[in-house]
């Protein structure tokens, strides 16, 4: 009898085992499964953030949160796949790209808006760093993006002082003297020009130098022998000494006589000033 039940205990415990068993393997089973199915996608092998509000969360997830449900735009796109739709890489100046392009790029229309609000209240991008330091803009979309943002660059001889205190390091002082030596010489031919700007040093010019671009072709031209000694004594290149000079020189020497070499010869300029000068003189 006690031989009996001790067979029954021994056989109701192996079969408990064998039980727990099975359950622990059906349980590691199932989160194996539920892990491979909420997986994310990934985009060209780095996984995309979610960002709250963005296409990428689930609308489920987004209208717990209080986001409306994301309205696609309808427009055809290539390139990665992100949060189920597809997604472009083109290239863009975050200053100037619309709405419709920034959701093309990969922005939830959310996240499109709050880039084109900073704008409108005049922020502006000086540099591809300043697009990745919205709030919106993801790391791994900045890193994507990043190779195909190109800011415009400003035309230091066409610029007004608006676009020149939009540059980075360049407030409404140095926006003043840049127009201001500008007007003097007639235009810039070289950005090193910026280095004869009193208190505008190498370390700004340089800081400046991606910033900006030049139209030699839109220097006004200098009549060395025409112009008014009042005009020649405002050109950063002769100054008042020298405008003299010219004008003393004009009165003893024949037209035929005048010219920069002459000048040059009669030590009313020096080589450099010579040098600069020629830039603004009609060949």
Not at 89 to 114: C, H, I, K, W, Y
Not at 172 to 197: H, M, N
Not at 249 to 272: C, G
């Amino acid at each position: 009898m006690r031989r009996e039940t001790k067979k029954r205990l021994s056989d109701s415990a192996a079969s408990g085992i064998v039980a727990l068993i099975f359950l622990v393997l059906g349980f590691q089973l199932a989160v194996f499964v539920m892990k491979v199915v909420r997986r994310p996608a990934s985009v060209d092998g780095l996984q995309e953030e979610s960002v709250v509000g963005s296409d990428s969360v689930p609308p489920a997830v987004n209208a717990l949160r209080g986001y409306p449900r994301p309205q696609r735009s309808g427009l055809p796109a290539r390139g990665v796949a992100r949060g189920g739709r597809r997604v472009e890489s083109f290239p863009f100046d975050p200053n100037t790209v619309t709405l419709e392009e920034l959701v093309r790029l990969g922005l939830s229309e959310r996240q499109a808006e709050s880039v084109d609000n900073y704008r409108k209240k005049g922020g502006r991008f000086r540099e591809k760093q300043d697009f990745a330091k919205m709030y919106v803009v993801s790391d791994t979309l900045f890193r994507r993006l990043e190779p195909f943002i190109e800011i415009a660059k400003v035309e230091l001889n066409g610029a007004d002082s608006a676009a020149l205190v939009s540059l980075s390091g360049i407030g409404p002082y140095f926006a003043g003297r840049i127009i201001s030596y500008r007007r003097r010489a007639g235009g810039f031919w070289s950005v090193e020009q910026l280095l004869e700007i009193d208190r505008f040093d190498r370390e700004k010019l340089e800081h400046l130098r991606p910033q900006v671009v030049i139209d030699t072709g839109k220097i006004e031209w200098l009549d060395l022998w025409n112009e008014g000694q009042e005009r020649l004594s405002l050109h950063p290149y002769l100054g008042e000494r020298a405008a003299k000079a010219i004008q003393r020189f004009k009165k003893v020497y024949d037209t035929a006589a005048w010219s920069v070499e002459n000048l040059l010869r009669e030590n009313i300029l020096s080589e450099e000033e010579v040098s600069k000068l020629r830039h603004y003189l009609k060949r």
